[in-house]
């Protein structure tokens, strides 16, 4: 299998997107990283000498959204997104390793078909339901979570300031 791999910076965020099935219709990687940027928290763009982070966003069909969704999160259906956070070596391993590494932020996993499926149940563009989730997604590889209702307030928050200066609507209107 080809795994279709492009690369884009902007800002603070390397975006990279696989594109496994050969999905047509997404978001450009030019949206996706200007998204992805716009949803990272505490970080200041205008210093030359900032690490750059790196973000894998693969967009999936519904059998492999839910063989991982099984797999991680012990749930026995596709859903719309994943979240994989970067879990960084021990410590004594880090004189070893490439310090890059250490720069990469994580992996979303977005079901394709359940985006859609959802963007209708939702009366949303893809556009809308697409960025709102790379935000969702971006926020939780970042340590923001919805577990708890003062968590999900935090969060949801967040989304709706993040997704007003890109230009969108609440998403929970």
């Given at each position: 299998m080809t795994i279709d791999c492009v690369t884009s910076s902007a800002n603070s965020l390397d975006v990279e997107l696989q594109n496994p099935y050969d999905y047509q219709n997404l978001p450009s990687l030019v949206q996706l990283s200007q998204w992805?940027?716009?949803?990272?928290?505490?970080?200041?763009?205008?210093?030359?000498?900032?690490?750059?982070?790196?973000?894998v966003v693969r967009v999936v069909n519904p059998v492999e959204a839910l063989q991982l969704n099984q797999d991680y999160r012990g749930k026995a259906y596709a859903t719309n997104i994943l979240s994989f956070p970067f879990d960084a070596p021990p410590v004594e391993l880090i004189d070893t390793l490439d310090m890059a590494e250490f720069s990469h932020?994580?992996?979303?996993?977005?079901?394709?078909?359940?985006?859609?499926?959802?963007?209708?149940?939702?009366?949303?563009?893809?556009?809308?339901?697409?960025?709102?989730?790379?935000?969702?997604?971006?926020?939780?590889?970042?340590?923001?979570?919805?577990?708890s209702d003062a968590e999900a307030e935090i969060m949801e928050a967040l989304e709706i300031e993040i997704l007003e200066k890109l230009g969108f609507t609440n998403p929970y209107h």
């Amino acid at each position: 299998m080809t795994i279709d791999c492009v690369t884009s910076s902007a800002n603070s965020l390397d975006v990279e997107l696989q594109n496994p099935y050969d999905y047509q219709n997404l978001p450009s990687l030019v949206q996706l990283s200007q998204w992805a940027n716009a949803a990272m928290q505490n970080c200041d763009t205008d210093h030359q000498d900032q690490v750059v982070k790196s973000l894998v966003v693969r967009v999936v069909n519904p059998v492999e959204a839910l063989q991982l969704n099984q797999d991680y999160r012990g749930k026995a259906y596709a859903t719309n997104i994943l979240s994989f956070p970067f879990d960084a070596p021990p410590v004594e391993l880090i004189d070893t390793l490439d310090m890059a590494e250490f720069s990469h932020l994580g992996d979303l996993v977005i079901c394709e078909s359940v985006l859609k499926q959802e963007a209708q149940q939702q009366n949303k563009t893809l556009l809308q339901h697409w960025v709102h989730l790379l935000v969702h997604g971006v926020l939780h590889l970042q340590g923001f979570d919805h577990i708890s209702d003062a968590e999900a307030e935090i969060m949801e928050a967040l989304e709706i300031e993040i997704l007003e200066k890109l230009g969108f609507t609440n998403p929970y209107h």
